[in-house]
Nanobody
Framework: QLQLVESGGGAAQIGGRLRLSCAVS????????IGWFRQAPGKEREGVAS?????????YADSMKGRFTVSADNAKKNTVHLDLTMLTTEDTAVYYC???????????????????????????WGQGTQVTVSS
């Protein structure tokens, strides 16, 4: 059974950084997209970043560009990281990773980006990890 487990959340100061990890285990597809999402208190869940199974494609929500970086771990094949930098209190949220089975991942990144950050496109979710940013 496919399982995603996030780790690395915690407390950080304004301007600080954190590295979140998403470990994928169990039966997975040959091609997929891993998406990072977050949900702040009282707000809807929103897309943060995505990476393709081939690791060739990444993309970010506009407000995250330049501050967040999604990457695949070179040593651990089924681990994806999300590096958060220049943190603000607005980044306080529960961060989730999720996997979508996509036959042709480049199509999600090269065309209209509506599917990348649509939570309903992702089938399997982790339990989330809390990030709290304070002064």
């Amino acid at each position: 059974q496919l399982q995603l487990v996030e780790s690395g959340g915690g407390a950080a100061q304004i301007g600080g950084r954190l590295r979140l990890s998403c470990a994928v285990s169990g039966a997975t597809y040959d091609s997929y997209v891993i998406g990072w999402f977050r949900q702040a208190p009282g707000k809807e869940r929103e897309g943060v970043a995505s990476i393709s199974s081939s690791r060739d494609y990444t993309d970010y929500a506009d407000s995250m560009k330049g501050r967040f970086t999604v990457s695949a771990d070179n040593a651990k094949k089924n681990t994806v990281h999300l590096d958060l930098t220049m943190l603000t209190t607005e980044d306080t949220a529960v961060y989730y990773c999720a996997q979508a089975h996509v036959v042709y991942p480049p199509g999600w990144f090269e065309g209209p980006k509506g599917r990348l950050f649509n939570e309903h496109e992702y089938e399997v979710w982790g339990q989330g990890t809390q990030v709290t940013v304070s002064s």
